[in-house]
């Protein structure tokens, strides 16, 4: 496997990625969506937007933008989405992406990622629910599947209502 940072020509493997994903989910295209709207934002962090390749194509892709807590904008990320193709489940693909945007967060001097996710998934990579850090969701009913991971700039006046991008907004 290799985790790299996607290039403008992983662009259209990115999207496939997430669609084939999320194919479960309600309306999988949300998710892919968002990743090309973040983009076209420029609310994609470069170096946060991370893929695996697997077998010669892209079988996994995680990514972070920028987003607000409190009155902070600058020391907090959005996780999310994170997928990998189907058919390579279970093979260590989506551990590996989220140790690699983890770290990559932290040498970049982030405080702190915050995610909705499943807690049973994301807790083996250091996430706690949010609100143990007084860090409150948009949306309340979120609460018990909101998350943060604390990094090594992490304080505790990082705290108070998250924001994520304006591309979540419009989902
Ligand atoms: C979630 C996802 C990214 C995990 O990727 P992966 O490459 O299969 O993950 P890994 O191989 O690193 O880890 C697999 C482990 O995670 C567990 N796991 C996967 N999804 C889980 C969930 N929602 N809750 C709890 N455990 C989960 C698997 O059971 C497996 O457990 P094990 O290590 O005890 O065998 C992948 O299943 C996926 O793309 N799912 C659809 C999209 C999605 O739900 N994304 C996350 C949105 S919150």
Redesign the pocket.
Known sequence: MLLRQETPADREAIHAVHLA??AKHSVPVVEAKLVDELRADGDLIGALSIVAERDGKIA?HVCCSPSRLGTDEKSTVGL?????LPE????????ALMHAVLGAADALGYGAVVLL??P??YSRFGFVLAAQHGITPPVAEWTTAFQVRTLSAYTPELRGEFRYSPAFDRL
């Open positions: 994903a999320f996994g999310g989405p994170l997928g990998v390579y489940h279970a093979a260590g693909i989506g551990s996710g499943d049973k998934y």
